[in-house]
């Protein structure tokens, strides 16, 4: 089975999200849109919300690791996202928190390999 990069970033989006219910997390939103961009996933552990940035990779691994394509930039533009978020929503956080999480699929299957949540990744 051959996915689209689209199919693959959603089918990422939509297993982090389950893992996230799995680990005691509130899911706030997913796929916030402005006109500036999009965050992936808003989410609350406790008092603290949580801006997370999804990478899914397959094991061809031909384009690096997850974790490296979330560059400066990308830093830049969720943490811009982040505080638009906050400055048009009410919400009882005093804390906030940036996380990436990784997603690694099987090529040719929804078969999860690896997932982790990295913590303050930026």
Known sequence: MTRSRKQTGALGEQIASDWLLRQGCELIVRNWRCQEGELDIIAAEGDTLLFL???TRT???RFGTAEE???WRKQRQVRHLAA?????TQHPFRRFRFDVIVVYL???SAEVLNIRQI???F
């Open 53 to 55: 940035e999804v990478r």
């Open 59 to 61: 094991t061809s691994g």
């Open 69 to 71: 394509s979330v560059d």
């Open 84 to 88: 638009r978020y906050l400055s048009t």
């Open 106 to 108: 099987h090529r040719h």
């Open 119 to 121: 913590r303050n990744a």
